[in-house]
């Protein structure tokens, strides 16, 4: 491996893993990764099943996200949970406006933006999903659609608080869908996103940041993707469910 950036790997479980599955799946793959020590290895579990997997990777390799979080710090929301009560659990990260949120639960651009401001804030590492949908691709909009989420979800970030931000790049066609942008349309957006991010802040903050691609990454499809230059990690869903297939991905060559 000889990537400029630390990579990052990211299993993000969605609505699966029941708090019992989840201590299962987590104690096979702590031996099947513990050796990797050249990349971040993060899992997102749900909010009932951060609790089991925090004890369960207490000591290792392995660091925790959350999927969602509320922005503000406390009080009447109720369903929502807060940066707080995520840092207490051990969370380091937090998935913020993931394209699922974004088209199922109402997320904007506005709130985007105030759940990245309010986990800086409070400590979490924001992992902020962007992507175009198939439609948008087809009419031409990829750059705008692109442009408009980079620039609306780090609305008000400082330059300090950029050098923690993860930027993960997910056409919501290749989501769940077996369809892999390939390694050069994947890279294309990377770069047009590390360009964005360049104008916004400046050459050292976008050099620096790393940008996962997700939809539908696999053991097999891993290794052309993390050979892009741009292309800094990976948000993986169906096949970060279980502990083989994860382990495969994390081991990347
Ligand atoms: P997938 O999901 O790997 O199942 O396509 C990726 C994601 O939504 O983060």
């Given at each position: 491996m000889n990537k400029k950036r630390v990579p990052i790997i990211a299993g993000n479980w969605k609505m699966n893993m029941t708090a019992t599955q989840a201590r299962e799946l987590t104690s096979k793959l702590i031996p099947l990764v513990a050796n990797v020590k050249d990349r971040d290895i993060v899992l997102s579990p749900p909010f009932t099943s951060i609790a089991a997997v925090a004890e369960t990777i207490k000591g290792t390799n392995i660091g925790l996200a959350a999927q969602n979080l509320h922005w503000?710090?406390?009080?009447?929301?109720?369903?929502e949970i807060s940066a707080d009560m995520l840092l207490d659990s051990g969370c380091k990260y937090v998935i913020i406006g993931h394209s699922e949120r974004r088209q199922y639960f109402g997320e904007t651009e506005e709130t985007v933006n105030r759940k990245v401001k309010q986990a800086l804030k409070k400590g979490l590492l924001p992992i902020l999903c962007v992507g175009e949908t198939l439609a948008e691709r087809e009419a031409g909009r990829l750059n705008e659609i692109i442009s408009r989420q980079v620039t609306g979800g780090l609305k008000d970030i400082s330059t300090d608080d950029m050098k923690k931000v993860v930027i993960a790049y997910e056409p919501v066609w290749a989501i769940g869908t077996g369809k892999t942008a390939t390694p050069e349309q994947a890279n294309e957006v990377h770069a047009l996103i590390r360009q964005k991010v360049k104008a916004l802040y400046s050459t050292d903050i976008a050099e620096g940041l790393r940008i996962q691609y997700g939809g539908s990454v696999t053991p097999e499809n891993v290794s052309t993707l993390m050979a892009m230059p741009d292309i800094d990690g990976a948000l993986v869903g169906g096949a970060s469910l279980k502990p083989e297939s994860f382990a495969a991905l994390v081991r990347f060559t």
């Open positions: 503000e710090d406390k009080g009447a929301f109720t369903g």
